[in-house]
């Protein structure tokens, strides 16, 4: 008749201790959630929570005025990028008028003497 072994754990023996990478795949997945929620508190941040609505439409312009401008465009999910040159938004033309804004904010165009308009 054969008799059954049993193993008995030692001291120095224990079950958890088997696999020493179990405990990376935690942080793993908690490095993911921390990565997400900084994302969401940048954007928060900003006030702008339209980049993250999959049908609104923005358009951001950086360093206005400066020669490195850019205009940044999102329309749905199409984000466009424009760098801006003396090709887009730039060139020669004339003066046709000034505009004005008020003290309400709203903005009036006074067209020059010689460049009267019918509106």
């Given at each position: 008749?054969?008799?059954?072994?049993?193993?008995?754990?030692?001291?120095?023996?224990?079950?958890?201790?088997?696999n020493p990478l179990t405990g990376v795949a935690n942080l793993f997945d908690i490095a993911m959630v921390?990565?997400?929620?900084?994302?969401?508190?940048?954007?928060?941040?900003?006030?702008?929570?339209e980049l993250l609505s999959p049908t609104a439409d923005i358009t951001i312009v950086k360093n206005p005025?400066?020669?490195?401008?850019?205009?940044?465009?999102?329309?749905?999910?199409?984000?466009?990028?424009?760098?801006?040159?003396?090709?887009?938004?730039?060139?020669?033309?004339?003066?046709?008028?000034?505009?004005?804004?008020?003290?309400?904010?709203?903005?009036?165009?006074?067209?020059?003497?010689?460049?009267?308009?019918?509106?």
């Amino acid at each position: 008749m054969r008799r059954k072994r049993y193993h008995r754990p030692g001291i120095l023996y224990e079950e958890d201790d088997q696999n020493p990478l179990t405990g990376v795949a935690n942080l793993f997945d908690i490095a993911m959630v921390f990565s997400v929620a900084l994302m969401i508190a940048l954007v928060m941040s900003f006030q702008l929570p339209e980049l993250l609505s999959p049908t609104a439409d923005i358009t951001i312009v950086k360093n206005p005025g400066q020669p490195d401008m850019k205009i940044i465009v999102k329309e749905g999910q199409n984000i466009e990028v424009l760098n801006m040159t003396d090709q887009i938004g730039g060139g020669t033309g004339e003066a046709l008028g000034t505009a004005y804004q008020l003290g309400d904010g709203r903005v009036v165009y006074v067209p020059d003497s010689g460049n009267e308009t019918g509106s």
